[in-house]
């Protein structure tokens, strides 16, 4: 596909194919990481809490600079914020592969989050930038079912990888596509900037970091700390207040990164809320259910990453054909609402899984869950940038990739914190020498080493902690069906039962306090 970029020369077919390659290899590395999770915490000693932050550190990193990538790539070049962010992720990637520690490991993760965070804004403005309107529909498309495909990807990728090799070949192949990439961007994607881009909101983007920060350490320590206990407590609060600073930050800021003002659109905010409450389920879950497959019914990491290809099989056909159908004909808010209740169903279904449990229940799960899934992500995606006019799409294509990895982040400390909660409170150690005792109660890999009567019972106090997560994740969709429901309902009221179009919603921007239809918007991309 040929393109032609502003000043008029001509762009390489490649261009394309090395963006998607940049964007899959920092999607992946997500999810990829999780099929590794029992090989590392053997090989390091790494506790339950230990490894939720060795995956979380790059979901939470990349979500909390995610807007600020996007706006150094606008100001500086996209090129350059590509290329630099390839070379982050791939020495980052190289230094994990090496490490022996956890802490070590959970650093480098990291500073793989800050490539990333350079990295996928780029791909997508690159795009937006350099392609015509005739074929940047289409380009766009295929970044989007490559973003969607990628946690697949990794998934597959690294449970081939550890068939024949340790869980620092993920690292390797991390480093090798980086590369690949790198060349790739150097020799065929035209850089591009935009002239009239703001000055960078490093304040703005050091509270949110701070804010997150906080209140994730809090969550992932609250089972070793206690979830009522006075730092548990005091952190959680900390991150709100945090955050609510860096609200009022964005209200004076003339160019913020992300203006809170957007919320008061409904759908805009309905849509956001359901993005970011899918990938809180998707990516905990699988945070979850790989350790569950390796550890607690001994399957190897390929066929526990296999075992979940049905997810994706039923996820991708409602996405592509059937929620773009029923969201025509029934509207876009049932749509998300009804696959928001399909999720909580599968979540409910899941919470029934023990040590004990056959394919088949998780396979009864899994089903819904991908159709779930796939209904309520198309039409959320469409609300978010639907709500808001033709010159802000890059807005909800900021808002979408946010609310995704930060749900992200979110799910896997969450959901993975109320695992070795209740883990740890079902698991006996009375018995035990103290050392012994020490590391069953960290992670359900060291436990197994303790001898078979103490492994059966680790296993089935795990199976416990996946119940408990599993059901929390449930009523958590629940409650998000039924505000999106409210969101949408009181929309509809509003505007005489009647969406309102991008005119209405121009108009409506234009008239916040600050004109966001002029510079108050999402620095990440150029409009789609």
Do not use: C
Not at 363 to 384: F, V, W
């Amino acid at each position: 596909m040929a393109a032609r970029s502003a000043g008029g020369g001509t762009v390489h077919r490649a261009v394309l194919p090395t963006v998607m390659l940049s964007l899959a290899t920092v999607v992946s590395a997500v999810a990829s990481l999780n099929t590794a999770i029992p090989s590392i915490a053997r090989d390091t000693r790494a506790g339950q809490t230990e490894l939720a932050w060795i995956i979380d550190a790059y979901a939470l990193v990349f979500a909390a600079l995610l807007l600020l990538g996007g706006a150094v790539g606008d100001r500086y070049g996209r090129r350059r914020a590509l290329a630099a962010g390839l070379i982050v992720f791939g020495a980052g990637s190289a230094a994990a592969a090496l490490a022996s520690d956890p802490n070590w490991l959970i650093a480098m993760r990291g500073v793989l989050g800050v490539g990333a965070a350079l990295v996928m804004p780029a791909t997508l403005s690159t795009i937006t930038s350099t392609f015509p309107a005739e074929q940047r529909t289409r380009a766009v498309g295929a970044w989007a079912g490559v973003a969607g495909a990628s946690a697949i990807f990794g998934l597959l990728a690294s449970g081939a990888l550890l068939e024949a090799w340790s869980w620092r070949s993920v690292f390797v192949l991390n480093v090798v596509l980086a590369v690949i990439a790198l060349v790739a961007t150097l020799a065929v994607v035209p850089e591009s900037a935009d002239p009239d881009a703001p000055r960078l909101d490093l304040t703005g983007a050091a509270i949110t970091v701070a804010g997150l920060g906080i209140g994730v350490y809090s969550i992932i320590e609250a089972p070793t700390e206690g979830w009522t206990s006075v730092r548990t407590l005091g952190g959680l609060a900390a991150g709100i207040v945090i955050l609510a600073g860096f609200v009022g930050w964005e209200l004076k800021r003339p160019n913020p990164l992300l203006d809170p003002r957007l919320f008061r659109i409904r759908p805009f905010s309905a849509g956001a809320l359901s993005i970011t409450l899918q990938f809180f389920a998707f990516f905990g879950f699988i945070f979850i259910v790989l350790q569950y497959l390796q550890l607690v019914k001994d399957e190897s990491a390929l066929v526990g990453a296999l075992m979940l290809l049905p997810m994706a099989l039923t996820m991708m056909p409602f996405a592509r054909g059937v929620a773009p159908r029923l969201a025509a004909k029934l509207g876009a808010p049932r749509v998300i609402t009804a696959g928001l209740l399909l999720v909580s169903v599968a979540l409910l279904i899941l919470s029934r899984l023990d040590e004990t449990s056959s394919y088949w229940l998780l396979l009864t799960g899994l089903l819904p869950l991908g159709a779930g899934m796939g209904l309520a992500m198309t039409p959320a995606t469409a609300a978010i940038t639907d709500a808001l006019p033709q010159d802000k799409q890059g807005v909800g294509s900021a808002m979408n990739d946010l609310a995704r990895e930060l749900g992200g982040a979110l799910g896997i400390a969450v959901l993975g914190s109320l695992l070795q909660s209740g883990y740890r409170a079902n698991l006996n150690t009375e018995g035990l020498p103290g050392p012994v005792a020490e590391r069953a109660e960290s992670s359900l890999a060291l436990a197994l080493r303790a001898g078979p009567q103490v492994a059966e019972q680790a296993r089935a106090a795990f199976a416990d902690g996946v119940q408990s997560a599993m059901l929390t994740a449930s009523i958590a969709l629940a409650v998000t069906a039924v505000a999106v429901a409210a969101l949408s309902r009181a929309h509809r009221s509003g505007a005489g039962k009647s969406i309102a179009g991008p005119a209405d919603q121009n108009a409506k921007l234009n008239a916040l306090p600050d004109g966001t239809g002029g510079r108050g918007e999402i620095r990440y991309t150029r409009q789609v």
